[in-house]
């Protein structure tokens, strides 16, 4: 039991953590928001599982990507297109030209359905591959990458580069991707209407749950030997490659792991949203995705969900109040947060713990330094009795 509080929740502290974040989430929001402020919830809770991967992938590996939205957007295509395929019907496409394909297909005269897409049809392997697409493409590019020891800012640039090539082939590519306008008209998950009120309770609650579920896999991970490794890979690569490790593999693991994280918080997304667009793949909502993770801190799980969290709902309200203005706010508290509180929320929070434990102490130890016998005062050479 303790060996599992300790790997998977993070011991008592993490626990306690963990228990705090699930209390908000499953009962604090749901409890004070209508259904439309708790659906746009959901919708940043989906940005937290790319943030987690992030911490683990940049905090704790030090390999820092820019193209963390390639995968976000695989997973939610990967969903996207089973789901189109099934409000795709020949009942539903009755008035199109060749009806039992997607809409934008059609517009574009487009008279049978892509073999890319056929499998889609499946729900079992649209699943599957909301996890292992991201994850395979992911192994691909940090083996062709690490295995030639290409990192830090050049491998930064190299995904957010990618980010852009994916994000224009699918908007060149309207007969087979929708383009620009992406895939929407969602309307069912296996006969089950997502659009109803019910539905979007219910994906919130799984959304969340999945969230804590990638929190929990993440902490098991580097409370092993192999998360001991990327933090020493983080600190001093050239040693632990010196010490006979193969320090490409490891990071291609993490940067397959958090590639899977965002694949299923891509998933997430369309679910609850409703469409998938290639504007969700590009350069700016993969920086956007960093800056969540910095402003609650990369070395903190649970700090990169309170990040994202606080940094949506900001956007949000600011975005509503000052829509020229909130991409400056964006960017000013970016830099805001890199110059004051370079370990983010989380830094903030500790440094006001340990103070709090500091003055706890020395309250203690007043009253007992009060009550304890002063030593006697010894006297000055020449002074009388």
Same mark, same amino acid.
């Given at each position: 039991?303790?060996?599992?509080?300790?790997?998977?929740?993070?011991?008592?502290?993490?626990?306690?953590?963990?228990?705090?974040?699930?209390?908000?989430?499953?009962?604090?929001?749901?409890?004070?928001?209508?259904?439309?402020?708790?659906?746009?919830?959901?919708?940043?809770?989906?940005?937290?599982?790319?943030?987690?991967?992030? =911490?683990?992938?940049?905090?704790?590996?030090?390999? @820092? +990507? %820019? &193209?963390?939205?390639?995968?976000? *957007? /695989?997973? !939610?295509?990967?969903?996207?297109?089973?789901?189109?395929?099934?409000?795709?019907?020949?009942?539903?496409?009755?008035?199109?030209?060749?009806?039992?394909?997607?809409?934008?297909?059609?517009?574009?005269?487009?008279?049978?359905?892509?073999?890319?897409?056929?499998?889609?049809?499946?729900?079992?392997?649209?699943?599957?591959?909301?996890?292992?697409?991201?994850?395979?493409?992911?192994?691909?590019?940090?083996?062709?990458?690490?295995?030639?020891?290409?990192?830090?800012?050049?491998?930064? =640039?190299?995904?957010?580069?990618?980010?852009?090539? @994916? +994000? %224009? &082939?699918?908007?060149?590519?309207? *007969? /087979?991707? !929708?383009?620009?306008?992406?895939?929407?008209?969602?309307?069912?998950?296996?006969?089950?209407?997502?659009?109803?009120?019910?539905?979007?309770?219910?994906?919130?609650?799984?959304?969340?749950?999945?969230?804590?579920?990638?929190?929990?896999?993440?902490?098991?991970?580097?409370?092993?030997?192999?998360?001991?490794?990327?933090?020493?890979?983080?600190?001093?690569?050239?040693?632990?490659?010196?010490?006979?490790?193969?320090?490409?593999?490891?990071?291609?693991?993490?940067?397959?792991?958090?590639?899977?994280?965002?694949?299923?918080?891509?998933?997430?997304?369309?679910?609850?949203?409703?469409?998938?667009?290639?504007?969700?793949?590009?350069?700016?909502?993969?920086?956007?995705?960093?800056?969540?993770?910095?402003?609650?801190?990369?070395?903190?799980?649970?700090?990169?969900?309170?990040?994202?969290?606080?940094?949506?709902?900001?956007?949000?309200?600011?975005?509503?109040?000052?829509?020229?203005?909130?991409?400056?706010?964006?960017?000013?508290?970016?830099?805001?947060?890199?110059?004051?509180?370079?370990?983010?929320?989380?830094?903030?929070?500790?440094?006001?713990?340990?103070?709090?434990?500091?003055?706890?102490?020395?309250?203690?130890?007043?009253?007992?330094?009060?009550?304890?016998?002063?030593?006697?005062?010894?006297?000055?050479?020449?002074?009388?009795?």
């Amino acid at each position: 039991m303790k060996s599992i509080l300790r790997k998977f929740l993070g011991g008592r502290e993490g626990a306690v953590g963990i228990a705090l974040l699930a209390l908000i989430v499953f009962a604090v929001l749901p409890m004070t928001l209508d259904i439309f402020r708790l659906n746009l919830v959901g919708k940043y809770l989906t940005y937290g599982f790319v943030a987690v991967g992030l =911490v683990l992938l940049w905090g704790n590996s030090g390999v @820092l +990507s %820019l &193209g963390q939205g390639i995968f976000f *957007g /695989l997973g !939610g295509y990967c969903i996207a297109m089973f789901l189109k395929l099934e409000a795709s019907s020949p009942a539903n496409t009755a008035i199109q030209s060749t009806p039992g394909i997607p809409d934008f297909m059609d517009w574009n005269q487009i008279t049978h359905l892509p073999a890319i897409w056929v499998p889609f049809r499946s729900l079992p392997f649209a699943l599957l591959a909301v996890i292992l697409l991201p994850t395979l493409i992911a192994f691909i590019v940090g083996a062709a990458m690490f295995k030639r020891r290409v990192g830090g800012v050049y491998f930064a =640039v190299i995904t957010q580069a990618l980010a852009l090539i @994916l +994000s %224009l &082939g699918i908007d060149g590519n309207q *007969g /087979l991707t !929708g383009g620009r306008n992406g895939i929407t008209d969602l309307r069912t998950l296996w006969g089950w209407d997502i659009r109803t009120q019910s539905a979007q309770y219910v994906l919130y609650y799984v959304c969340g749950a999945l969230l804590i579920g990638c929190i929990l896999i993440s902490r098991w991970v580097l409370s092993t030997r192999m998360g001991r490794l990327l933090l020493a890979i983080k600190d001093r690569e050239d040693r632990v490659r010196f010490s006979g490790y193969d320090v490409a593999s490891f990071k291609v693991f993490a940067f397959s792991l958090s590639a899977a994280m965002c694949g299923i918080g891509g998933a997430m997304f369309v679910l609850q949203v409703g469409f998938i667009s290639p504007s969700l793949v590009g350069i700016v909502p993969s920086i956007e995705m960093v800056i969540y993770a910095a402003v609650g801190g990369k070395m903190s799980l649970l700090g990169a969900v309170y990040g994202t969290l606080a940094v949506n709902t900001g956007k949000s309200l600011f975005s509503e109040n000052f829509p020229q203005l909130w991409p400056f706010f964006m960017g000013g508290l970016f830099i805001a947060v890199v110059m004051l509180f370079p370990n983010g929320i989380a830094g903030v929070w500790q440094s006001m713990r340990v103070r709090f434990i500091q003055l706890r102490h020395s309250a203690k130890r007043a009253p007992a330094l009060a009550s304890a016998p002063s030593a006697p005062t010894p006297l000055l050479e020449g002074s009388e009795v």
